[in-house]
C-alpha cells in the first residue's frame, strides 16, 4: 500500500469539521502510516486529544512544553522526522498564520519547521473562505509549494450552502496515498471520462434512463488522477461524489448534453474512455405539462435515435488519441463487442457481460475482457471496480 510506514504529522486545528479528523486518522491508520497528531488549542475543543492519541497510539500533542514533568516536545525534531504533513481541517486563523510565520502554537511551530511536503484542508464558513484576505493566505501557502485540498461546495454547519467544507477524510487520504504512487505515468496527459446513465425527458417528471450508477467510470477517473493526469469527468445522472479534487467534473442530464461537453474537450483528450450507459433513443418530443392518465388512450411515445457520441469521436480522432468504448452485452458478446470495436473507429473497447455474476451495474465489482484494434485479448476475473480500473489503465499505457 501506498502508505505503508510513511510517517505523517496530522495537524487538527479549531473548526467544526475536526469532528471528521477520528475518521481521517483510522483510515492513515489502515494504510500502514506511522501518525503523529498535533492539535491547536482551539482544536480541543471539537476533538478530544485522548480519541486521537488511542487512535493513533501515540500522544496526541497540544503543547511544545509540559510544565508538570518537564518534557519538551519538539517541533524541529518533528518536522524532521515527517515524511509529509496534512493540517485538515485548517481555520482562517491558522491559515493566516502559516501563511505569515506566527509560530504561536507547537502545530505551527511545527508547520514552519517541516522540511517534507505539507498539504492543507481547509473548512469554514463560506464567507470567511471567500473573504480576499483568506484567499490571499491560501495562494500565499501555494506559492511555497503547500498543496491545497480544495473544500466542496455544500451545507455548512452555520446552515449556509457554498464552499468551505472541508474535503471528506477517503478523498484527502486518495490524495496523500495518490502522490506517493512512484510514477507519475499520465503526467502531462489529459483524460477524458463519461460515467452514468443519461436520462431522457418524457414530459416534466417522467424519463427514460438505464441501471447504470456511473462507478465504474468514476474509479477509472480515479485512477487517472492518481496516475497524474488531467482529468475531465462527464457524468451523467448519479448519486456519486467526486472521488479526487482533481477531477474537474462536468454534469449533464441528457444524451444531447453528454454529446455537447465530451466534444467541447474531445479535441484535448490524448485518452477518452466513454463508459456511460448513454441512451440510444430519445423522445422526439418531451411534453411540456405532466401526461395524464387515461385508461381508454394509453399514451404512445415517440422515439428519435441520440447521436452515438463514440462512433462520433471515432469519426475525427488523431492517430495519436486513444479512444475506447464499453460494450454491456446480453449474448454473442465478443461478437456484438468486436463489431463495436471495428464500427466505432476504437483503440479498444472492454466487455462486459450481463450475465456474469457481480458484474455490471450497481454492483462494486466488474468482471471485463478487453479487446484491443490489433486483435490483442485480455481478460480478467471478477474484482473490485477500483482494480478492475487498474487493469484498464494498466493496458491504455501499454497501447500509448
Ligand atoms: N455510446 C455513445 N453514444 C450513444 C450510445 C452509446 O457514445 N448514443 C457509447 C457508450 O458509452 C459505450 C458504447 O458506446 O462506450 C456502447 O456501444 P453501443 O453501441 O451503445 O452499445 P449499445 O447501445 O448497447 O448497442 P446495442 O444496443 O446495439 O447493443
Same mark, same amino acid.
Given at each position: 500500500?501506498?502508505?505503508?510506514?510513511?510517517?505523517?504529522?496530522?495537524?487538527?486545528?479549531?473548526?467544526?469539521?475536526?469532528?471528521?479528523?477520528?475518521?481521517?486518522?483510522?483510515?492513515?491508520?489502515?494504510?500502514?502510516?506511522?501518525?503523529?497528531?498535533?492539535?491547536?488549542?482551539?482544536?480541543?475543543?471539537?476533538?478530544?486529544?485522548?480519541?486521537?492519541?488511542?487512535?493513533?497510539?501515540?500522544?496526541?500533542?497540544?503543547?511544545?512544553?509540559?510544565?508538570?514533568?518537564?518534557?519538551?516536545?519538539?517541533?524541529?525534531?518533528?518536522?524532521?522526522?515527517?515524511?509529509?504533513?496534512?493540517?485538515?481541517?485548517?481555520?482562517?486563523?491558522?491559515?493566516?498564520?502559516?501563511?505569515?510565520?506566527?509560530?504561536?502554537?507547537?502545530?505551527?511551530?511545527?508547520?514552519?519547521?517541516?522540511?517534507?511536503?505539507?498539504?492543507?484542508?481547509?473548512?469554514?464558513?463560506?464567507?470567511?473562505?471567500?473573504?480576499?484576505?483568506?484567499?490571499?493566505?491560501?495562494?500565499?501557502?501555494?506559492?511555497?509549494?503547500?498543496?491545497?485540498?480544495?473544500?466542496?461546495?455544500?451545507?455548512?454547519?452555520?446552515?449556509?450552502?457554498?464552499?468551505?467544507?472541508?474535503?471528506?477524510?477517503?478523498?484527502?487520504?486518495?490524495?496523500?496515498?495518490?502522490?506517493?504512487?512512484?510514477?507519475?505515468?499520465?503526467?502531462?496527459?489529459?483524460?477524458?471520462?463519461?460515467?452514468?446513465?443519461?436520462?431522457?425527458?418524457?414530459?416534466?417528471?417522467?424519463?427514460?434512463?438505464n441501471h447504470?450508477?456511473?462507478?465504474?467510470?468514476?474509479?477509472?477517473?480515479?485512477?487517472?488522477?492518481?496516475?497524474?493526469?488531467?482529468?475531465?469527468?462527464?457524468?451523467?445522472?448519479?448519486?456519486? !461524489?467526486?472521488?479526487? /479534487?482533481? &477531477? @474537474?467534473?462536468?454534469?449533464? +442530464?441528457?444524451?444531447?448534453?453528454?454529446?455537447? #461537453? $465530451?466534444?467541447?474537450?474531445?479535441?484535448?483528450?490524448?485518452?477518452?474512455?466513454?463508459?456511460?450507459a448513454?441512451?440510444?433513443?430519445?423522445?422526439?418530443?418531451?411534453?411540456?405539462?405532466?401526461?395524464?392518465?387515461? !385508461?381508454?388512450?394509453? /399514451?404512445? &411515445? @415517440?422515439?428519435?435515435?441520440? +447521436?452515438?457520441?463514440?462512433?462520433?469521436?471515432? #469519426? $475525427?480522432?488523431?492517430?495519436?488519441?486513444?479512444?475506447?468504448?464499453?460494450a454491456l452485452e446480453t449474448q454473442f458478446e465478443e461478437k456484438n463487442a468486436?463489431?463495436?470495436?471495428?464500427?466505432?473507429?476504437?483503440?479498444?473497447?472492454?466487455l462486459n457481460s450481463l450475465k456474469e455474476?457481480?458484474a455490471g451495474f450497481?454492483?462494486?465489482?466488474?468482471?471485463?475482457?478487453?479487446?484491443?484494434?490489433?486483435?490483442?485479448?485480455?481478460?480478467?476475473?471478477?474484482?473490485?471496480?477500483?482494480?478492475?480500473?487498474?487493469?484498464?489503465?494498466?493496458?491504455?499505457?501499454?497501447?500509448?
Open positions: 500500500m501506498s502508505l505503508k510506514g510513511k510517517k505523517i504529522l496530522l495537524g487538527i486545528t479549531g473548526s467544526i469539521a475536526a469532528y471528521k479528523i477520528p475518521i481521517l486518522l483510522r483510515l492513515l491508520k489502515k494504510e500502514g502510516a506511522d501518525v503523529q497528531v498535533l492539535l491547536t488549542p482551539a482544536a480541543c475543543d471539537f476533538v478530544t486529544p485522548l480519541t486521537l492519541s488511542a487512535l493513533s497510539q501515540r500522544p496526541a500533542l497540544v503543547k511544545g512544553f509540559n510544565p508538570e514533568n518537564g518534557s519538551w516536545n519538539s517541533h524541529v525534531e518533528m518536522g524532521n522526522w515527517a515524511d509529509m504533513m496534512i493540517i485538515a481541517p485548517v481555520s482562517a486563523n491558522t491559515l493566516g498564520k502559516m501563511a505569515h510565520g506566527l509560530a504561536d502554537n507547537l502545530l505551527v511551530a511545527t508547520y514552519l519547521a517541516a522540511k517534507c511536503p505539507v498539504y492543507f484542508a481547509p473548512a469554514m464558513d463560506l464567507d470567511m473562505y471567500h473573504h480576499p484576505s483568506t484567499q490571499a493566505n491560501i495562494k500565499l501557502l501555494q506559492s511555497f509549494g503547500n498543496i491545497l485540498i480544495a473544500p466542496n461546495e455544500g451545507e455548512l454547519a452555520s446552515g449556509l450552502c457554498g464552499a468551505g467544507r472541508m474535503e471528506e477524510p477517503e478523498a484527502i487520504v486518495n490524495v496523500l496515498a495518490g502522490s506517493q504512487k512512484k510514477k507519475a505515468s499520465l503526467k502531462g496527459k489529459t483524460v477524458l471520462i463519461t460515467a452514468g446513465p443519461t436520462y431522457e425527458a418524457i414530459d416534466p417528471v417522467r424519463f427514460i434512463g447504470s450508477t456511473g462507478q465504474m467510470g468514476f474509479a477509472l477517473a480515479n485512477e487517472a488522477v492518481l496516475r497524474g493526469a488531467s482529468v475531465i469527468l462527464v457524468a451523467g445522472p448519479v448519486q456519486l !461524489k467526486t472521488p479526487h /479534487p482533481a &477531477i @474537474k467534473r462536468v454534469d449533464v +442530464t441528457t444524451a444531447e448534453e453528454m454529446n455537447k #461537453a $465530451v466534444n467541447s474537450v474531445f479535441k484535448k483528450a490524448d485518452i477518452t474512455l466513454m463508459a456511460a448513454v441512451a440510444d433513443f430519445t423522445p422526439v418530443s418531451a411534453a411540456t405539462e405532466k401526461i395524464k392518465k387515461n !385508461k381508454n388512450a394509453v /399514451p404512445e &411515445i @415517440k422515439l428519435k435515435p441520440t +447521436t452515438d457520441i463514440l462512433a462520433g469521436l471515432g #469519426a $475525427v480522432k488523431r492517430k495519436s488519441q486513444i479512444l475506447g468504448g464499453f468486436l463489431t463495436k470495436l471495428k464500427n466505432k473507429n476504437l483503440d479498444f473497447i472492454v455474476k457481480g450497481g454492483y462494486p465489482t466488474n468482471k471485463v475482457t478487453i479487446f484491443q484494434r490489433n486483435g490483442k485479448k485480455r481478460t480478467f476475473g471478477l474484482k473490485l471496480k477500483e482494480a478492475v480500473a487498474v487493469d484498464i489503465f494498466d493496458a491504455i499505457e501499454q497501447m500509448m
